[in-house]
Structures are given as C-alpha cells and as structure tokens.
C-alpha cells in the first residue's frame, strides 16, 4: 500500500487528506488497528525517529509520549524505584520489562502533558507495556512489532477504536525531504546528525569531570531536542527526560518552562505528595490534576471546604513555598540540553534552580565568555557541540 486514506488534516474542514510515498513505493507502516489521523501519523513518526535514535545511542529499550509534534517525555528502560513506581501510577503492576520501564518513565515525567499521547516504541511491544498502555489516556502507538499478548490488550481498548501503528524498522528515508507550506515547497537534506560522544568532546568549562551517567543523558537531552518544536530545552535525569520545554519564541522562557516542568517532577516525590489521601472514586488523570494543583500557585482550588472533601479522605496541610524550596534544593545532577546557544547567562542561572550540573548546547553567543562564566561560578560542567538542533 502506498497511500493511506486519513479523515481529515489538521482539522475536521481541512480534506481531503492522506499519508502517501510519492515515489510510488510502498509505506513503511501498516494500520493494524484504527484510523490515525493526520497529526496522529506527525507524532508518530516524529516519535519512532526519536525512539530509534535513543535506543541506537544507549542500547536500551526507548519510548517517547507525542502530544501536538512534540515530546512530553522520553526515556530509555532502566528499572524504576519504588518511589518513581508510584508516583507514576504503576507500583501495582509488579516487576516490569525495560520497555514498560521507559515508557512509565515517558508518560511519568510530564503526565499532564501526555494525557492524550500517542506512544512511540523502539522495540516490539511486549505485554508488560500493553497492560500499561490499556489504562492510560492515549490516542495510539508505534512500534516495530506486537506480541500476539500486546495486541490482543490494546485492540480492546478505546472500544476497539485505538490505533496501532506498526513500522518497518529497515526502513531508511531519502535523504532529501520536502513539505509544502502556501502552496510552495521547501527541499532540505534530513537532519542525519550522529549524537555520540564526538559531538560531546568540547567541554569548555573549568569543570570538565562528566561521569557517564551525565554523558549518556546529554545524548538523550540532545536527541529529544532533534524532535522538539524549537525553540526547545530539555532537562534530563537518570535516563528520562524530566522536562521539556517547546515552542517559545525566547529561549529563557523556554528554560524556564522545562525547568518548572522537571521541577514538578521533583516535587512529586516529596514527602508531602507521597503521602496525600486520595478519594478512592479519584481516578489517575484526576489524582495527576489535584498533584499539579496542590504543589502550584492554585493550592486553594483542591484545599478549599468544599473542594478538598471531594479530592482527598483527609485534608493536607498547604506545602508551602519554604517547604518545596527545601525540597528543590535536594535535586542535583540534571543534565540540561539546549537546541541552540544561550544568548544570556540568565539560563544557567535558571537551570540552577532545578538542579543541573551539566549542559550540553551549541555554543556561538557573542556573550559565551559570560555563559561560560556562569558555569564556572557554580561548578557546572558544559559542553559546546557547535551544532544547532532547530526543528520545524
């Protein structure tokens, strides 16, 4: 098949509409389940190219959560802790395969963000991953290949409506690529860049001690941002992506965005969130609302008298602005990635604050002197790639 029909474009007045090879070959996917839709098959297929690249880069299984042409997470598949188990809803499916691993770890980071998602997989989903996919809020998925286990679970789901996607992992694009935007068309050779450890070679800091752990997440940081609508800062910790920024037009807004998001990761495993009383009827989309209420600036809205009763069995004290301070200052050793230079020091200084302790971008700001200054001041290590990651 070399065509497949969608049932509309971006949106329900923009027909007609389809994904074709205009080569005539055939495409590399097979629907098994659904009808995608147009943005379904952009986020899937920005997904799988980013899924395929982190897997190549750390050996490890990798999932990506897509919302709007952009990642809300990914992550590579190590084991989870029990406290990370439980903060992303999945302490009680038991010990899980390094696939379902990265995919909690996709989804877990930003869960507001990927309600809705469509999921990308780097190898074939396994059942583990399916049992996780079945319960969450998500619009489809991508992968190479489905166990008979897999399948079976998620065509069930969404009424037997939820799309699957299945992909040829052999296959390779041309290197020339070309959309149309008013009628014209633009040509540009694909971005091929190889994030390895070559790229990450230039450390232009005082401190140049970058363990391995920090070098693999500045490949993940660098390769998420590759797929992210620019401009675009991805924070990174322990093999996920813990915040990312996207779409904004000023880079310290979008430092500053992706560090509230890796901030509110954080935040999740204090004390005070792990110990909250949830109403049992309170399901895990509504339990991730009233998280991201109650550790936010709109507290009042879920510890109001009327509101709380409806949200918890017992009303928690207000975490305070002192008590999440304290708590931010425990997080350490962030890695940071940005798709292009910071033209401010304004940026580490806001990395700081969540944490981070290596940066990986571009270099090339007439102010350099001052960014690399920045670093040095709080010890930082940062690494000047000379590559720019823009992605439209």
């Known amino acids: 098949m070399n065509e497949i029909e969608l049932k509309y474009g971006c949106n329900p007045n923009q027909k007609p509409s389809r994904i074709y090879m205009e080569d005539g070959s055939a495409l590399p996917v097979t629907v098994l389940n659904g009808k995608p839709g147009y943005i379904n098959f952009l986020d899937a297929f920005n997904g799988w ?33 029990k406290t990370l188990a439980k903060i992303y809803w999945v302490d009680d499916l038991g010990e899980l395969s390094p696939l379902a691993c990265a995919y909690a770890r996709a989804r877990g980071a930003d869960r507001m963000s990927s309600f809705g998602d469509f999921i990308a997989l780097s190898d074939v989903c396994d059942e583990d991953t399916a049992r996780l996919i079945k319960r969450e809020v998500s619009d489809g998925v991508i992968a190479p290949g489905y166990t008979d286990e897999a399948l079976a679970l998620l065509t069930a789901k969404k009424k037997g409506a939820y799309n699957i996607i299945q992909i040829d992992e052999a296959y390779v694009p041309a290197p020339v690529e070309k959309k149309q935007v008013y009628g014209i068309t633009f040509e540009q050779g694909r971005n091929e860049l190889a994030v390895d450890d070559a790229l990450l070679g230039n450390i232009v800091t005082k401190n140049k001690d970058i363990p391995a752990q920090a070098l693999m997440d500045m490949k993940i940081a660098l390769i998420t941002l590759k797929y992210t609508q620019s401009n675009s800062v991805c924070y990174v910790k322990d093999g996920q992506a813990i915040g990312i920024g996207a779409g904004q037009q000023s880079r310290v807004h979008c430092t500053r965005l992706a560090g509230q998001k890796a901030d509110n990761w954080f935040l999740r495993q204090s004390p005070q969130v792990l110990s909250l009383q949830f109403a049992d009827s309170l399901g895990r989309a509504d339990r991730d609302n009233a998280i991201d209420n109650y550790i936010g600036d709109e507290y009042m809205d879920v510890l109001a008298e009327g509101a709380w009763q409806r949200v918890f069995t017992k009303k928690p004290p207000v975490f305070t602005a002192e008590e999440k301070r304290a708590w931010l200052d425990k997080m350490q050793d962030v890695t940071l990635g940005s798709d292009a230079f910071f033209p401010f020091s304004d940026n580490v200084e806001r990395a700081k604050k969540s944490g981070v302790k290596y940066i990986a971008q571009p270099g090339g700001s007439v102010r350099d002197d001052l960014v690399i200054a920045c670093c040095d001041k ?13 992605h439209h």
Do not use: C, N, W
């Open 49 to 81: 190219q980013l899924v395929k690249e982190l897997k190549a880069a750390s050996g490890l299984p990798a999932a990506a959560s897509f919302k709007h042409v952009s990642p809300a997470g990914a992550a590579v598949g190590l084991p989870l802790t």
């Open 378 to 390: 709080y010890d930082m290590a940062m690494v000047f790639t000379g590559i720019r990651l823009f």
